[in-house]
């Protein structure tokens, strides 16, 4: 974990819980100057990122309810910029805008990646802003395949502020229909735990 990510997540109150429960010692370094990476990302968290096909992403409105909702699209989708932008096309959906209108009075947004083929875990911490009008134009031809059909109403760019990789122990093993014929074709089928 890096001092990032833990000067973000392990707030006032957390730090109380983890007091209670025994952690706090073990958690505690991670607030060291010693861990100063997590806002930069590497070329594992870029080929990670670039592997996916949808993410889960968390605001939070006015009232401080969160929200939170699947993001999908085709591979790749959820763009790397440079090593502390991310961007995607946001495609025409049910039209609640939940998500643009959270992000409109509150810029601070929440991603979780899982990977349940390999069971790995991404969480970035960032800030958002919404590109739109004249100014996505361009954004969007390099954010968008034409050959995914959705139609892209706006472009969401994320400037990262933190991340951290998870424990893999419950996310369970899963491969899509497409992924689970590539095994088939190439006698891959027995999977391990």
């Given at each position: 974990m890096a001092l990032a990510f833990a000067e973000i997540a392990f707030t006032e109150n957390v730090q109380k819980v983890q007091d209670r429960m025994g952690s706090r010692r073990t958690y505690a370094k991670f607030l060291d100057d010693r861990?100063?990476?997590?806002?930069?990302l590497s070329e594992r968290e870029v080929d990670f990122i670039s592997d996916q096909d949808g993410f889960y992403q968390a605001t939070v409105s006015e009232s401080g309810w969160p929200y939170v909702q699947y993001r999908g699209g085709p591979r790749g989708f959820l763009r790397v910029l440079d090593q502390?932008?991310?961007a995607y096309?946001?495609?025409?959906?049910?039209r609640q805008y939940l998500s643009v209108g959270n992000l409109s009075g509150n810029n601070r947004v929440s991603l979780i990646l899982l990977d349940y083929r390999v069971r790995k875990r991404l969480k970035i911490w960032g800030e958002a802003s919404i590109v739109e009008g004249d100014r996505l134009s361009d954004l969007i031809t390099?954010?968008?395949?034409?050959?995914?059909?959705a139609i892209p109403e706006r472009a969401v760019k994320i400037?990262?502020?933190?991340?951290?990789?998870?424990?893999?122990?419950?996310i369970p093993q899963?491969?899509?229909?497409?992924?689970?014929?590539?095994?088939?074709?190439h006698g891959e089928t027995t999977v391990s735990d």
């Open positions: 861990y100063r990476d997590g806002h930069s502390t932008t991310l096309a946001d495609f025409r959906g049910n390099d954010l968008h395949d034409p050959a995914y059909k400037h990262v502020r933190a991340f951290d990789w998870n424990c893999p122990q419950h899963r491969f899509t229909p497409d992924e689970w014929r590539r095994l088939e074709k």
